[in-house]
């Protein structure tokens, strides 16, 4: 029971944010859409596909056991980090904005530093279960997470993409801390960092 009440608050607070963002935008993108492609729904039309998609992708993740990831952690890590040199490669990555952050397959764009930031997250979490209370040894706990981690983060600040650097940065060191690293490993990397 304590589950099914837990499901719906954060299911109703994702559908409560979609819907604010949703009015949000129809507000404010009104008279853009109007004025540059005669549509003052355009944004807002947009915006309503891709909700569905990702609503669709959504229900998909929360059915698809995760366990089944374990024997690709690291292939999957490996993936990220390779995307990331490759992204910053004249000619295969895409210069756009005074920042080279994207692949392009004709009219469609991906960054891999979106990918990296999944494949992050899955890999800490398999190292945090497979080291378990050896997390709090500098070694286990700290150094050998932190290296893939910062490579990932030097990579995705040389594109530049300062918001997913530090995102990347502070979610990999919450979950660090809340997987049971010394904050005193942590917050030393901080005071270095900054």
Do not use: C
């Not at 109703?12 to 004025?35: I, N, W």
């Not at 056991?65 to 390779?82: E, F, H, N, S, T």
């Amino acid at each position: 029971m304590k589950r099914w009440k837990t499901l719906t608050l954060l299911v109703g607070t994702v559908l409560f944010l979609l819907a604010l963002g949703v009015v949000m935008l129809a507000s404010a993108s009104s008279v853009r859409g109007d004025t540059f492609y005669y549509d003052a729904q355009f944004f807002l039309n947009r915006q309503l596909i891709w909700l569905v998609a990702a609503l669709v992708a959504g229900i998909a993740a929360a059915w698809f056991d995760y366990r089944k990831l374990q024997p690709y952690v690291w292939v999957i890590g490996a993936i990220a980090l390779l995307m990331l040199v490759l992204v910053l490669i004249p000619g295969i990555g895409k210069y756009i904005g005074g920042s080279r952050r994207w692949f392009r397959f004709g009219s469609l764009s991906f960054q891999p530093s979106e990918f990296a930031k999944v494949a992050m997250v899955i890999a800490l979490a398999h190292w945090i279960a497979i080291a378990g209370p050896r997390m709090s040894e500098f070694r286990v706990g700290f150094l050998a997470p932190i290296i893939p981690l910062g490579i990932a983060w030097i990579l995705v600040f040389m594109e530049p993409d300062l918001g997913t650097a530090v995102l990347l940065v502070v979610v990999g060191l919450l979950m660090l801390f809340l997987g049971g690293t010394r904050p005193l490993y942590l917050f030393g990397s901080v005071a270095i960092g900054v």
